[in-house]
C-alpha cells in the first residue's frame, strides 16, 4: 500500500513559459495582489470568503497550503509566468483516494492572461508530474457545465469525458449549474504522452 508520507514529492518545476511551485512564505503579497484585480473573473468559481481576503489572511492562506503540502493532504502549485516573474494561476492538486491512487487538479488563470495556452500548458507538466511523483492511477477534473474553457482545457489534455451531474448548485442569477467529470488513467497518458520512466 501506498504510504504517502514516505513519497519523495518534489516542490517545483518548469515548463517553457512558466515555473510551478509549491507556495511558500511571503507569497501572501501576490496571492493578495491577484485576487484584488480578479474578484469578477474568480466569482463563479470560489466561494465568496475565498474572494475576501487582506494581505494578512492572503499570507496565512498561503502558509496553510504549505503545511497542507508536507501532510499529503492538498497540493498547491503557484504558476509564475517565466519571462515576467508575475503570478498567473494555480493548479490544485487533491486526493481523491490514496488507495488507488486517484488525484484530481483544479486550476485557474488570471484574467490578463485567458486564451494564451498557461494553463494548458500547466495542467500537461502536472499530469507528468502526479503520476511520476504521485504513482497515480487515475487523474480527474471536475468542471462547471458553465466554464466550457475549463472543459476544453481537460480535453486538450486528453481526458476522457466520464458523466455530467445536473444543476448540482445555483448560478448567482438564480440559475442552476452542474458538473461535469472528466477522467485520466494511467495507460491513457502513457498511450498519449508516452510511457513515465518509473
Not at 473573473?41 to 475565498?50: F, I, K, Q, R, T
Request: charged letters at 30%; a negative charge; glycine letters at 8%.
Amino acid at each position: 500500500m501506498l504510504k504517502p508520507l514516505l513519497l519523495e514529492i518534489p516542490t517545483a518545476f518548469e515548463t517553457e513559459r512558466l515555473l510551478l511551485r509549491r507556495y511558500q512564505a511571503g507569497d501572501g503579497a501576490a496571492f493578495y495582489a491577484m485576487m484584488q484585480r480578479n474578484k469578477d473573473h474568480l466569482a463563479d468559481e470560489l466561494d465568496p470568503e475565498e474572494l475576501e481576503v487582506t494581505e494578512e489572511t492572503a499570507e496565512i492562506h498561503v502558509r496553510q497550503l504549505a503545511v497542507d503540502w508536507l501532510a499529503r493532504k492538498q497540493f498547491r502549485l503557484s504558476v509564475w509566468e517565466k519571462a515576467t516573474q508575475m503570478f498567473v494561476g494555480e493548479i490544485h492538486i487533491g486526493v481523491v483516494s490514496w488507495d488507488v491512487p486517484e488525484l484530481e487538479i483544479g486550476y485557474f488563470v488570471i484574467k490578463e492572461r485567458e486564451g494564451q495556452g498557461i494553463i494548458t500548458e500547466a495542467v500537461k507538466a502536472t499530469l507528468q508530474f502526479i503520476f511520476t511523483h504521485f504513482q497515480a492511477h487515475k487523474v480527474s477534473i471536475r468542471c462547471n457545465d458553465t466554464n466550457p474553457k475549463s472543459a476544453r482545457v481537460a480535453e486538450r489534455c486528453g481526458f476522457v469525458k466520464e458523466g455530467l451531474r445536473r444543476e448540482m448548485e445555483r448560478t448567482k442569477d438564480g440559475g442552476f449549474k452542474g458538473l461535469l467529470y472528466y477522467g485520466l488513467l494511467r495507460r491513457e497518458y502513457e498511450e498519449r504522452y508516452g510511457q513515465l520512466g518509473n
